[in-house]
Every structure is written in structure tokens, then in C-alpha cells.
T-cell receptor
Framework: QQQVKQSPQSLIVQKGGISIINCAYE??????FPWYQQFPGKGPALLIA?????SEKKEGRFTISFNKSAKQFSLHIMDSQPGDSATYFC??????????FGTGTSLTVIP | DAGVTQSPTHLIKTRGQQVTLRCSPK?????VSWYQQALGQGPQFIFQ???????QRGNFPDRFSGHQFPNYSSELNVNALLLGDSALYLC?????????????FGPGTRLTVL
């Protein structure tokens, strides 16, 4: 059973556009929701994370929107750049416990 | 400040063999988690070590075992390798007292089972 469902599987965006990746979860005990960026041949790198007590968190061009009632959260990449081309994973955990990852979104930003 | 390091980078084994993967956590971190990432999939949690003991375990068989040393480094052992064990094995470290939420991943070990 997939604890965290992620969509879309792949995404192509023009340079300067907005990339949006969505995730949904079922376990209401989850209280930490990070996003990771992974380049080929590398381990995942923490991008940005949010807790359920806020609905939005912004760090530079990256924003997480969180909807607790719908049990959904999303990553918005503003002004997408070719260097953002990577695979993005959402994850969820109950503090101190294991992470459950989504299946990943392959983002391609076209110059 | 060295990040999480893993060795070896790549490994090729045959079915039935045993393998040991190694991880050194980020400086100041005391907790190590291991994940398996199959091609095109998200990482799957194997287990977590803290104070040299296995604290949590995911849905993996007993063929997967681990160890944590006094210097916080860790090993992942897989016995009786199956073709399906081919994957990228990731180690992540964190500092328990500040919460294990912020996990930093190493570059992984690519295991191929023939």
C-alpha cells in the first residue's frame, strides 16, 4: 500500500514557467512533509519541508502548499530553470519515525 | 564539513552471495537510516540505527541486517542475494536529539545482482 501518492510521473516545463508537483497521503499521524531533489547518480537532497501547523512555506523559488483537510501537499517551483531538471520526491513521516516516499516526478525544464 | 559518505560506489554480485555496504554519517549525527531505491521508484525504508541498536524496521526480510559502530558509522548486510535486490542503497543520517526528520542522504551504493 502506497502511503504517499505523487503525481505527475513526469513533467515538462518551459524555462521561466511554474512547475507543480502534487502529493497526497492517508495517515493523519504524519506531521513532517519534506521534498527531495535527486540528480542522476546522486542521493536525494533535502529541498524544503513543512509541518501541518502552516499552510505554506517559501524558500527562494520553491514553495510548499499544504492542505491538511484534504491531506494533500504540493511543490511549486517558480521561474523554473534548466538546472532544476531532476527527479523530485515528496515524503511524509511521523516525527522520529520512518519516511514514506512518493514514486517521484521527473522534471525537465526546456530552455 | 564532510557529508554522508558511502562505500563502495558500485558493486556487482551473483545470486546467493552476501554483500556488506558501509556508511559514515554527517559530522555530528548519531542516527543512521538505510533505504533501498529500485530503478524509477522512491526510496523504501529498510531500518534505522541509534546507539548501536536497530530502532525501527521497514518491511524487509531478515536477509537484511545491519550494525552501527561506536563512531556512529553503519553497515548494511544482505545475505542470499536475489536478482530483486538490485537497487541503489542509500544511507541517511540525522541527529536524534533535534529530531530525525532532517535526514541527509549519501550518494548511495549501486548494487547489481546477476
Amino acid at each position: 500500500q502506497q502511503q504517499v501518492k505523487q503525481s505527475p510521473q513526469s513533467l515538462i516545463v518551459q524555462k521561466g514557467g511554474i512547475s507543480i508537483i502534487n502529493c497526497a497521503y492517508e495517515n493523519t499521524a504524519f506531521d513532517y512533509f519534506p521534498w527531495y531533489q535527486q540528480f542522476p547518480g546522486k542521493g536525494p537532497a533535502l529541498l524544503i519541508a513543512i509541518r501541518p501547523d502552516v499552510s505554506e512555506k517559501k524558500e527562494g523559488r520553491f514553495t510548499i502548499s499544504f492542505n491538511k483537510s484534504a491531506k494533500q501537499f504540493s511543490l511549486h517551483i517558480m521561474d523554473s530553470q534548466p538546472g532544476d531538471s531532476a527527479t523530485y520526491f515528496c515524503a511524509a513521516s511521523n516525527t522520529g519515525n520512518q519516511f514514506y516516499f512518493g514514486t517521484g516526478t521527473s522534471l525537465t525544464v526546456i530552455p | 564539513d564532510a557529508g554522508v559518505t558511502q562505500s563502495p560506489t558500485h558493486l556487482i554480485k551473483t545470486r546467493g552471495q552476501q554483500v556488506t555496504l558501509r556508511c559514515s554519517p554527517k559530522s555530528g549525527h548519531d542516527t543512521v537510516s538505510w533505504y533501498q531505491q529500485a530503478l524509477g521508484q522512491g526510496p523504501q525504508f529498510i531500518f534505522q540505527y541509534y546507539e548501536e541498536e536497530e530502532r525501527q524496521r521497514g518491511n524487509f526480510p531478515d536477509r537484511f541486517s545491519g550494525h552501527q559502530f561506536p563512531n556512529y558509522s553503519s553497515e548494511l548486510n544482505v545475505n542470499a542475494l536475489l536478482l530483486g535486490d538490485s537497487a541503489l542503497y542509500l544511507c541517511a543520517s540525522s541527529f536524534r536529539l533535534t529530531g530525525t526528520d532532517t535526514q541527509y542522504f549519501g550518494p548511495g551504493t549501486r548494487l547489481t545482482v546477476l
